[in-house]
Nanobody, 126 residues
Framework: QVQLVESGGGLVQAGGSLRLSCAVSGRTFSDYRMGWFRQAPGKEREFVAASSWGGRSTSYADSVSGRFTISRDNVRNTVYLQMSSLNHEDTAAYHC???????????????????WGQGTQVTVSS
């Protein structure tokens, strides 16, 4: 089990950018693939992005592809989500999650991730 703490959320104008961070502790960070999910009010949690152990392989939801970038620093035990060209539909609580599996395929479903952070709120104003 690992502990995850997100930061970097806030209020941003449409078209703006934010970088979210997720600090991980408790186990060897590089043993985990990492993901970002988000949940808007009244909606189910949805997949945003995922990264392989070293960060070379990534996966994105269609809704954020080309605008968001997931990256990780295995020295600082941190995963990042760089978000640009934000719009109102990106307003949500963003959660990072850790996937301990050794699958060759990056996971996109909630149930495939073992540990979760509390989330950080991103609000995009129009």
């Amino acid at each position: 089990q690992v502990q995850l703490v997100e930061s970097g959320g806030g209020l941003v104008q449409a078209g703006g950018s934010l970088r979210l961070s997720c600090a991980v502790s408790g186990r060897t960070f590089s043993d985990y693939r990492m993901g970002w999910f988000r949940q808007a009010p009244g909606k189910e949690r949805e997949f945003v992005a995922a990264s392989s152990w070293g960060g070379r392989s990534t996966s994105y939801a269609d809704s954020v592809s080309g605008r968001f970038t997931i990256s990780r620093d295995n020295v600082r035990n941190t995963v990042y989500l760089q978000m640009s060209s934000l719009n109102h539909e990106d307003t949500a609580a963003y959660h990072c999650a850790a996937d301990p599996s050794r699958s060759s395929i990056l996971h996109t479903r909630e149930a495939q991730y073992a540990d979760w952070g509390q989330g950080t709120q991103v609000t995009v104003s129009s």
